[in-house]
């Protein structure tokens, strides 16, 4: 007997649920919706805000501790520096982090002019280099006061590429759905798209939502998770969607909710496997990736659990509540909760 | 076996063969591979966040370009009204804006007439006296993109001049008006790097009307400060940045740099290190009358707004000059350099810098491999366990994937970044996926009763579209990703959409060629899945 995670013959009503998975999902929402607010905003890192952040190793960790480096990141002059340990406890790695307008050094000189006053001279000596300079000055007032170090990485964003990034990363995901629902719509049938984007859009709000609540900073690195957890809610919803259709063109008379049912069902075993390998997966990059890639894993893991969930409880009744809303515009919203599979299965052929 | 299936069975292993003999390239040292005969030469890169690197985006000041074109047609102008006896009652440039004040109204069509010949100008705007004017957009165009290829031109030649630059750093255009300088190396001298990209090279001789060790004193002799053509200019101490003395010259430049043919790093008699120039003709021309008509005057040599040394002339010189200063072998190496190189027409500015050290690029290809390598076992059992002989079908699918991805990227010589590790981990995880899928359909039609052999088929035949369908959406993602991603972030859009093309083909044709080799067409009762 093969080995059965989801056993074969499974058959559970997941669309008479449908209505505690609405208040489930609305709620995971409106919890994210209520940290962002209590936050004031999603927290963005340097990657989308601008700003520098240096990761320093200390040769010894004697005298490293935060509020030392901050006290002398403050004394010279980076009034706003934050200092954070980097790793485990008691690591002698820290990350400190500035945010650094575009500083305009200034020079006043004294002149003498002909009429024997004296004025004073306004000279712009900023080389444009100067957000670089400000890096190599609170390194060496570290190395001098606390000890010698070796410099890891640093990362230094302009503002106006912090805004760039920040506007190719919401195109990013804007394109992606548009060019999403022309796949689907092309593929299968236009009714289908509708409920294919809304599932990845209620993905991305939770996912973001657990993620400001677990306190993770959004940067380049979540961005990029965010577009694959896409890419992959996507894809489960797209098999559930694929065997709708074909179930469809086998029971054309039947009853929408039932075979939404059953197409969840027989998918189920999938769509559960799935996740298993790429948890597995994912887990091994979040224990043994390194720091660096850390913070992409966690909310990779958290995407594919908010995606699997929804590709079960979310992406069917969606496309029900969907059809029976707006289906047929004569017949269909009148029918209230009984909309027929009919219309999902014409037009389109299921396979080439 | 039939065979036709042999032949693709054969042409499979080969590819694999292949694929496998360009992933495993990548592991034998590059020097190694370069001196052998067998492994090929090139293979992934990698990217800087792994080889440790200085990654920096250089904004180009490019509205400098603009007002400086402008000037240039300001004076041009000027001067063809001069030649008229017609004086303007102002003339400047302010904002991308040519700005003429025409003394009286009878003048204004030849002010007009004038702007008009140059050819660069639009239509003027504004009434009275006073007429505004902008470069033509073809020409603001045209200016802009001259100074693009100046700055890469000035950049490269001091940056990545196979000789003199710094090994494997890469300078190229990025966009309309950024520069993507990178650095590879064990070793990054970042002030070093920096001194290369901050000096604009701007090398000027002028003759010394007066000077004295502080501006104060020269100030003191000099009581009504420098007059509207001159200039003090101070030699700093390149350590401490202190002033040592301070000179008296005029404004405009004697000779520049705009006439260096060549210069290079000698020693003087005390082996200190010196950096000696030479003239083009025409340069050697001016030089020579300049030093003939100012012997014994002090001759400020200056880059970039600072004294390098002011020797006395002793006599007449043509070609040929040095530059003595209190600099390093390796300093004087880079002026060197950025003597050869010529000057950036205008202000460059870091926009965004992202420095890897070495030793935190070498842990992370390790923990990335590590995480790489527990998560493909870890995956493998569970495949194995799960569905068996299919497990070990789909597990043998999953490796001929991974090769097919590596050998792939080695074949494009594509750039392997952390967030590339990542997605090559994540490509571990989902590409069973497919198999998944087949696996899932073929179980299906077993408990329908079917035949082993029809089962297969079936369950491949009503999988391939579900496969390609859920497969191309992502691919979509990773393309977008890939458009709007920078650095890093491309090198994980790249491993995720060739690890989906792979992944669809390991699933489509690799397993369902072993399910052709067994059962094949043997009539078995029972299929291990």
């Known amino acids: 007997m093969p080995f059965e995670i989801v056993p074969s013959g499974t058959n559970i009503n997941f669309l008479g649920h449908r209505r505690i998975c609405l208040v489930i999902s609305l709620a995971l929402i409106g919890l994210g919706v209520v940290s962002v607010i209590a936050r004031g905003g999603v927290p963005l890192g340097i990657d989308f805000v601008g700003g520098t952040e240096i990761q320093l190793l200390f040769d010894d960790a004697a005298g490293a501790d ?98 760039e ?18 796949y689907v719509a092309f593929r299968f049938n236009a009714r289908f798209a509708p409920g294919a984007v809304v599932a990845v859009v209620h993905d991305l709000a939770i996912t973001g939502g657990l993620l400001v609540i677990a306190g993770v900073e959004f940067d380049l690195r979540i961005l990029a998770a965010m577009l694959a957890i896409l890419g992959y809610s996507l894809n489960d919803t797209i098999i559930i969607y694929d065997r709708i259709r074909e179930n469809m063109e086998l029971h054309t008379t039947a009853d929408l909710e039932e075979v939404l049912n059953a197409s969840v069902n027989q998918t189920l075993s999938r769509t559960v496997l799935t996740s298993i390998t790429t948890i597995i997966a994912l887990v091994s990059l979040y224990t043994l990736g390194g720091d660096v890639i850390r913070p992409f894993a966690f909310a990779m893991l958290i995407g594919v659990l908010v995606g699997t969930y929804s590709s079960i409880f979310i992406a069917s009744p969606l496309l029900l509540f969907l059809e029976t809303r707006y289906g047929d515009s004569g017949e269909g919203g009148k029918k209230g909760g009984k909309g027929s599979g009919a219309n999902l299965a014409k037009n389109k052929p299921a396979r080439a | 076996m039939s065979g036709s299936i042999g032949w693709k069975a054969g042409a499979v292993g080969a590819l694999l063969v292949l694929f496998s003999f360009l992933a495993m390239a990548n592991f034998v040292p590059k020097d190694e591979r370069v001196a052998s005969e067998f492994w090929p030469d090139d293979g992934l890169r990698l990217g800087l966040d792994l080889r440790g690197g200085i990654h920096w985006v250089v904004g180009v000041e490019l509205a400098d370009a603009v007002t400086r074109e402008l000037e240039f047609v300001r004076k041009t102008i000027e001067e063809q009204l001069k030649d008229e006896g017609i004086a303007l009652a102002g003339a400047r440039v302010e904002g991308g804006v040519l700005r003429l004040d025409i003394p009286s109204e009878d003048l204004r069509s030849k002010v007009v007439q ?106 003191a002799r000099h009581p009504g400060g420098p007059t509207e053509d001159q200039m003090i200019v101070l030699q700093t101490d390149q350590e401490s940045g202190v002033a040592e003395s301070a000179f008296l010259v005029s404004k405009v430049a004697d000779i520049t740099g705009d006439y260096l043919d060549d210069a290079r790093v000698q020693f003087d008699q005390q082996q200190r290190p010196i950096v000696e120039f030479r003239f083009n003709p025409a340069g050697g021309e001016i030089f020579g009358e300049l030093t003939e008509n100012n012997k014994n005057k002090g001759l400020a040599i200056i880059l970039d707004n600072n004294v390098y040394s002011a020797p006395a002339i002793r006599g007449r010189i043509t070609t040929r000059g040095q530059i003595e200063g209190q600099f390093s072998a390796a300093e ?63 597990s043998v699918a999953l490796l001929a994937n991974l090769v097919l991805l590596v050998g792939l990227m080695s074949l494009f010589e594509a750039t392997l970044t952390l967030p590339g590790i990542a997605g090559l981990v994540l490509t571990v995880g989902m590409a069973v996926d497919a198999n998944v899928i087949i696996f899932e359909r073929i179980r299906e039609e ?84």
């Open chain 2, 114 to 219: 004038f702007a008009d010949d140059s050819g660069v100008l639009t239509s003027p705007e504004g009434d009275g006296l006073q007429l505004r004017y902008r470069l033509t957009d073809d020409w603001t165009q045209s200016v802009r993109e001259r100074t693009m290829s100046q700055v890469l031109e000035v950049l490269r030649r001091r940056i990545d001049d196979p000789q003199r630059g710094i090994p494997d750093s890469v300078v190229t255009r990025q966009g309309t008006d950024r520069v993507l300088v990178q650095i590879p190396g064990e070793q990054i001298d970042r002030d070093r790097a920096r001194s290369l990209l901050k000096s604009t090279g701007f090398l000027e001789f002028k003759i010394v009307i007066d000077s004295d060790s502080t501006k104060e004193e020269l100030l």
């Open chain 2, 446 to 529: 077993l408990r329908k009763n079917r035949a082993v052999r029809a089962a297969i088929a079936t369950g491949f035949s009503k999988a391939t579209w579900t496969v390609l369908d859920a497969n191309i959406t992502t691919l979509i993602t990773a393309v977008i990703l890939f458009q709007y991603g920078t650095g890093p972030i491309k090198g994980f859009a790249v491993t995720l959409s060739i690890g989906i093309v792979t992944s669809v083909f390991a699933a489509l044709v690799v397993t369902r060629l072993l399910f052709q080799l067994y059962p094949g067409t043997r009539s078995v009762s029972t299929l291990s899945i």
């Open chain 1, 165 to 182: 990034l920040r506007a190719d990363g919401v195109n990013a995901l804007l394109f992606s759905a548009l060019a999403i629902l022309a």
């Open chain 1, 66 to 163: 935060e509020s030392a480096i901050r006290d002398v990141a403050r004394a010279s002059g980076f009034s706003d520096a934050t200092v954070v340990r980097f790793g485990e406890e008691g690591s002698n790695e820290f990350l400190v982090r500035f945010k650094d307008e575009p500083a305009v050094a200034v020079e006043v000189d004294v002149v003498e002019t002909e009429a024997g006053d004296i004025v004073e001279e306004v000279v712009v000596v900023s080389d444009g280099l100067e957000a670089n300079t400000r890096i190599i000055q609170l390194e060496s007032a570290i190395r001098e006061q606390i000890g010698d170090f070796t410099e890891q990485r640093v990362e230094f964003v302009g503002p106006r590429v912090g805004a």
């Open chain 2, 332 to 394: 004087a190496a880079d002026l060197a350099v950025i003597l050869r190189a010529g000057s950036l027409s205008v202000p460059v500015v870091i926009e965004e810098e992202r420095t890897v050290g070495p030793g935190l690029g070498q842990d992370s290809i390790e923990s990335g491999a590590l995480a790489c390598v527990i998560g493909l076992v870890l995956v493998l059992a569970f495949a194995g366990a799960y569905y068996r002989l299919s497990g070990g079908f789909a």
